[in-house]
């Protein structure tokens, strides 16, 4: 069946990441209590003097998406070797904006030679969100085909985060993703087939769990404090896709109540972000929001180019 793949899919998707990441960014390592009782509902970018980041401004999460992006841009694929080259550019920049820790010692390796194959993080402090975070290019190039979507989504994930459960997060966003950005994600089965997707792991098990509290309707703020929005993949990613799930036809509400859950607030806004973007279109972002963003113009310019890649697979 050919697919219909819309630019605008893919520019919300990047530009959705970017925005989620954003929003969260003033407000990362917040708990919800307190973002309710000090900002009440986030709907608007604010500045954050202490990080040097202004309103509109975004952390690691985008930093890292852009080195997939522009290195799968350049290469026309997923290239490992290219994106660990993207990864250390960007490292030497010094512009960190919160580096995770197993990237940061991932970092060190590839500076001291050691190859990408071998460079993540591992152990289970290596079950971040460095990977479901940034990954949201790889689904759009690979969305045709969903069986090298699954080894290039470990490929790359494996360069900074060496964890089951780190791989299982990048291959269930990038997952999302594609069927989002090739048009046939339905919200009724994405929790059943993400599962089918990433197999037997503990983000599998979260992300039913999710799919029982979306069933009973749960509210945002009870569903996430349960499921989690710490650094912990298999609680990002499950808040992530509640959210979006909740009210997958509504980018605003499904950002605003991912950022709301507190603590990793930039990620869960990101992967959030990512998914609702690929699947309402750029159009389906608040006008605010689109043109508030850091760095819109060279975003949407590289989603373009993804675009006119995938497409050419067809
Ligand atoms: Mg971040």
Not at 4 to 10: C, G, N, Q, T, V
Not at 39 to 49: E, I, K, Q, S
Not at 220 to 240: F, H
Not at 259 to 279: N, R, Y
Request: glycine residues 12%.
């Amino acid at each position: 069946m050919p697919f219909d793949l819309k630019a605008s899919r893919f520019a919300g998707c990047l530009l959705g990441l970017a925005v989620g990441d954003a929003l969260g960014m003033p407000l990362e390592g917040m708990r919800a209590t307190s973002i309710r009782n000090r900002v009440g509902r986030v709907r608007d970018f604010l500045d954050a003097p202490w990080r040097m980041l202004r309103a509109g401004q975004w952390t690691d999460d985008t930093k890292m998406m852009l080195c997939h992006a522009r290195s799968i841009a350049g290469r026309g694929r997923v290239d490992v070797h290219d994106t660990a080259r993207e990864f250390l550019a960007w490292f030497k920049s010094g512009d960190w904006r919160g580096i995770g820790g197993s990237t940061y010692e991932a970092m060190q390796r590839l500076l001291a030679g050691v190859p990408p194959e071998e460079s993540g993080a591992k152990g289970e402090m290596a079950a971040g969100n460095g990977v479901a975070m940034r990954i949201a290019p790889v689904g759009l190039i690979d969305c045709l085909d969903l069986a090298a979507l699954h080894e290039d989504a470990r490929a790359v994930a494996v360069i900074t985060h060496d964890n089951p459960e780190a791989v299982a997060g990048g291959r269930a966003v990038a997952f999302a993703v594609a069927r989002a950005a090739r048009g046939d994600l339905d919200p009724a089965t994405l929790v059943d087939e993400t599962v089918a997707f990433v197999g037997p792991c503990e983000l599998a098990g979260r992300l039913l769990l999710a799919g029982r509290f979306l069933a009973g309707k749960m509210e945002p703020a009870e569903a996430l404090a349960r499921l989690g929005t710490g650094g912990y993949v298999v609680e990002t990613v499950a808040s992530a896709f509640f959210c979006f799930l909740r009210t997958p036809r509504d980018f605003e509400e499904t950002v605003s109540r991912a950022v709301e859950g507190g603590l990793d607030t930039d990620t869960t806004g990101a992967v959030a972000g990512a998914i609702s973007g690929a699947f309402n279109g750029l159009e389906g972002i608040p006008a605010r929001w689109r043109e508030g963003v850091e760095a819109a113009g060279e975003i949407l310019a590289l989603a373009e180019r993804i675009h006119a890649l995938a497409a050419s697979r067809q």
